[in-house]
């Protein structure tokens, strides 16, 4: 016998032994009383062996039976467990009632609620009976299989999944967090999985704004820091962008100033805008409140003088470009008017990526932050004030004394750097104490506004002007390259300020002046010393009664004999004063003419010819040199057609091209007509350009030269090695002829770098299929190195100096010479 707990306690079934209810008649009813009573006497005979201290007794063979008290006993103990156990979990209930979190209990092996308490009922907006009605997969919107698996890893490990924060958007788009932990809990060979929810929105929230409330702070210290030292306003305006971009973690930023006139927004800076939006600003928004646009937040803060949001642009179609917005990833705006004495200047705008940004602390800190901008552009725009009244003449608008001095010191620092002159001019308008005592200031007032605009208009730059006194004005004139041009600019200045009628005090005046002139370096290396001796001008020649005087009286004389010859070269054109020499070209070989350069010349009745190098830069500087060119081309032209049709050998002439004229867009129009409806005339003319010209715009001149190559004129690139230009582009050029420059020439027979520079250029002008010249060509060695390196051509003081046309055709075109320039050394001197 032993004792311990009754058999099929631990599984929890009923006992083994019972009271059985008679069944069956006849035969077996007898037996079944017969045991019956034979299992009672058993019973009560093993409670007297054991003295009622066993409940079970087993024999040899392990059979086991349980007594009858003993089997009354264990039925009561199970009947007070099962009270236990409703009574606990009711205890259980109403725990898990008592508390805010949602907590569902789910048996895994049916997947169906256990329970589910009040806060999980709530959250729902259901019943628990309704809720133990459907699935946990319908509860929490997730597919059955998935809820499986998750439950099933659950059980696997045993272990609490870590808190997962979920966001959704409820009914009446309420924004809420959650935090969902699961657990699982074995019962037997049964689990139930514990689901517990914690609404956490209040706790994100407050962290949300944590984090906003850092960003914006980050923003106003930023923007603190940078107006203690900003000095210009479209600095602040640009930096307050990128610091509201970069600290504050706003994908867009920007600010504009009101326009009063139009009532538009002008934007002034912007981060992360794109055009197309601050052009649609610009041009189309308004902040009329009657207009298609007159509502929206940026019309509306204006108006109002307040901040505008909006926290979710999803709802408020009043935003402008809202789709493009919200495609762009913004959430939220905000428009804060900028004030200046409780007056709206502008606005500044920001945009956030996240819904719900702008709360009451937010907007308090922003709007302090626009406040302080708004304080930094009044002082910026005071102190600008200040600065201009400090540095210019509030008249005119012009540079004041002070500030023309330092701008004057800069260009000559300029010019000493570039090797360049500068002239200072002093201008003094006569009579205008007269027009001033008669008229009144009013009218001197309006007269010196009228000549600041003249002088602005006329000089085109006002960093080169400057009122310097009552009636005194300043003029720099930079980038001098001869004194001599000085005089010139003066006469043209002056010439066209004296034709020009001011409006005054209902009348028209036209005004005289005197000027003085001084000039770097020749009158003063520094910007006091220059002025200095222009005042110095200015007075003599107000006591002198001459329209302009120069510091120095040696630039005087010269200003004015550069004007005398101005004039007069003038007046050459007018007087057909000049002229064409030619120059032969020979074949180096067979010393053949093969053709003429005619080079320019003027016959000056007062100092007879006068060489190119004492007048074509002055053609060029006054543009004379477009029509002596134009000139030239027509006399070659001529020459050539009359060669031919008095039976002359005709051979190409070469005309040189100036800059002016190939910059020129008509210049080919000007060669069309200068060839006129002479066929022929195009093979007997060809054009000689540097190659620095054509490399200044070397697309352009491609152009150009192919429009004259198919006319049939020849081109030809005249001091070829002088220009740097590139082969990809020479052997783009519609060219024949290189001419090898005379430098070269003469650097030939000095050194053996020199000849093998002359070899160089030669052999290019082969590979291109190249005619190739040599120019300047003056001994014998110079001539018998070129054969050896076989130039095809030469032209110099060896064979002939340029010659009037009548001799050139004497010598070279009658019909004795048969084309024969002569030998080597048989040139005229």
Known sequence: MTGGKPPGAESGGAPPVGT????????????????????????????????????????????????????????????????????????????????????????????????????????????????????????FAVPPAELERVYDALIAHDAETKPEE?????????????????????????????????????????????????????????????????????????????????????????????????????????????????EFVLEKSTLHAGSPLGNTLMARAVREGRAIWENDLEFNADVLFRAQLIAGGIRSMAVFPLSIAAEVVGVVVLYAAETDFFHAEELKLLAELTGDIAFAVDHIEKQERLDYIAYYDVLTGLANRGLFLERTEQYIRSAGAGGSKLALFLIDLERFKNINDSLGRPAGDALLQQVAQWLTGYVGDTNLLS???????????????????????????????????????????????????????????????????????????????????????????????????????????????????????????????????????????????????RFISILEETGLIHEVGQWALHQAVAVYRRWRETGLRAVRISVNVSPHQLRNRGFVSEIEHALGDDALAAAGLELEITESVIMEDVRFSIASLRAIRALGVGIAIDDFGTGFSSLSYLARLPVHTLKIDRSFIIDMALSSEGLALVSTIVNLAHSLKLNAVAEGVETEEQYRLLRLLNCDEMQGYLFSKPLPLGIFEDKYLGAGNAGNAGAAGTADT
């Open 20 to 139: 059985l209810e008679p069944i069956g008649t006849g035969e077996a009813t007898g037996e079944i009383s017969m045991l019956i009573r034979a299992l009672h006497a058993a019973d009560m005979r093993l409670q007297e062996l054991t003295a009622g201290e066993v409940d079970t007794v087993t024999d040899r063979e392990g059979h086991a039976y349980l007594l009858q008290p003993a089997q009354e006993r264990w039925r009561e103990s199970e009947a007070a467990k099962h009270r236990a156990g409703a009574e606990t979990l009711l205890r259980f209930a109403a725990a898990m009632d008592a508390t805010s979190d949602a907590i569902y209990l789910v048996d895994r092996s049916s997947m169906s609620f256990i329970h589910v308490n009040q806060a999980g009922c709530r959250s729902q907006a259901k019943t628990r009976a309704e809720l133990l009605t459907l699935s946990p997969a319908q509860v």
């Open 166 to 278: 979920v966001f959704a958007r409820g009914r009446d788009n309420v924004r809420t967090w959650t935090e969902l932990r699961r657990h699982a809990q074995c019962s037997g060979e049964h689990w139930t999985i514990v689901t517990l929810v914690r609404d956490i929105t209040a706790r994100k929230e407050a962290e949300t704004r944590i984090i906003h409330l850092n960003r914006v702070h980050a923003v106003l210290s930023g923007i603190n820091t940078l107006i203690v030292r900003v000095r210009r306003r479209d600095e602040l305006f640009m930096e307050s962008c990128r610091i509201a971009t970069e600290e504050g973690g706003f994908p867009m930023v920007w600010i504009g100033m009101l326009d009063r006139v139009t009532m538009r927004i002008v934007p002034m800076a912007s981060v992360g805008v794109s055009e197309d939006y601050l």
């Open 467 to 613: 009122r310097i006194g009552a009636d005194h004005f300043g003029v720099m004139l930079p980038g001098i390259k001869r004194v001599e041009g000085v005089g010139r600019i003066l006469e043209k200045t002056l010439h066209a300020f004296l034709a020009h009628d001011f409006a005054v005090a209902g009348g028209v005046l036209r005004i005289s002046a005197k000027v003085g002139v001084a000039v770097y370096p020749e009158d003063g290396t520094d910007a006091d010393t220059l002025f200095k001796h222009a005042e110095s001008a200015l007075k003599g020649a107000k006591s002198s009664g001459t329209r302009y005087l120069c510091y120095t009286e040696e630039m005087t004389v010269s200003m004015a004999g550069r004007l005398s010859l101005e004039n007069r070269l003038r007046q050459a054109l007018e007087r057909s004063e000049f002229v064409l020499h030619f120059q032969p070209k020979v074949n180096m070989l067979s010393g053949v003419l093969t053709g003429a350069e005619a080079l320019l010349r003027w016959n000056d009745p007062m100092a007879g010819l006068v060489p190119p190098n």
